[in-house]
């Protein structure tokens, strides 16, 4: 169970993910215990604004690096922001932003560190290419770009989702 809200940009696909719920954090709200439900409502509509000026996009990957505390350790895709998104962030995080970060650092979890380092090269083993089909070999493989489709808003165990296309014109 969760005690945290955030706003989030879920990616149409997350096969490289090790994770549950594969997203790129626009902004962590805090821990909601002592917050009014009625925030949740509030910062969907912050949400939806900041999603209109972004719609649905595509993220270049421009590395792997292991970030969190001692213990927390995650290996996570970094992302190159397009200026559309760094608008978005800076449309919610004056009023949502509850993290110890104060500037945006887009990346999308993997999972725990060294999970990056344990996908398989579908080429380094020519046998594998004849004995397996093409989606089978790029399911452990990490993209070159991440596309979002859609908008997340979290709550504690609560979620919003909406599809970005909604937004497009």
């Keep these: 169970m969760s005690d945290t809200a955030m706003i989030a940009f879920l990616p149409t696909n997350g096969s490289w993910c090790?994770?549950?719920?594969?997203?790129?954090?626009?902004?962590?709200a805090g821990v909601i215990t002592d917050r009014p439900d009625s925030e949740f409502n509030e910062?969907?509509?912050?949400?939806?604004?900041a999603a209109r000026v972004v719609?649905?996009?595509?993220l270049s990957v421009v590395g792997v690096e292991t970030l969190g505390d001692a213990g927390e350790e995650v290996d996570a895709l970094m992302l190159f922001p397009?200026?559309?998104?760094?608008?978005?962030?800076?449309?919610?995080?004056?009023?949502?932003n509850k993290s110890e970060?104060?500037?945006y650092l887009p990346h999308a979890t993997i999972?725990?560190?060294?999970?990056?380092?344990?996908?398989?090269?579908?080429?380094?083993?020519?046998?594998?290419?004849?004995?397996?089909?093409?989606?089978?070999?790029?399911?452990?493989?990490?993209p070159a770009s991440i596309y979002f489709d859609?908008?997340?808003?979290?709550?504690?165990?609560?979620?919003m989702i909406f599809s970005l296309s909604e937004f497009d014109y």
């Design 18 to 28: 090790k994770q549950d719920f594969p997203h790129m954090t626009l902004v962590y």
């Design 101 to 103: 970060f104060t500037e």
């Design 55 to 58: 719609k649905s996009f595509s």
């Design 82 to 96: 397009t200026p559309q998104l760094l608008v978005a962030y800076n449309m919610v995080a004056p009023r949502w």
């Design 150 to 159: 859609r908008l997340a808003v979290c709550w504690g165990d609560n979620k």
């Design 111 to 142: 999972g725990p560190a060294g999970s990056a380092y344990a996908q398989v090269d579908p080429l380094e083993n020519t046998d594998m290419v004849n004995e397996k089909s093409y989606a089978q070999l790029r399911r452990n493989t990490l």
């Design 43 to 49: 910062m969907a509509k912050d949400a939806i604004s």
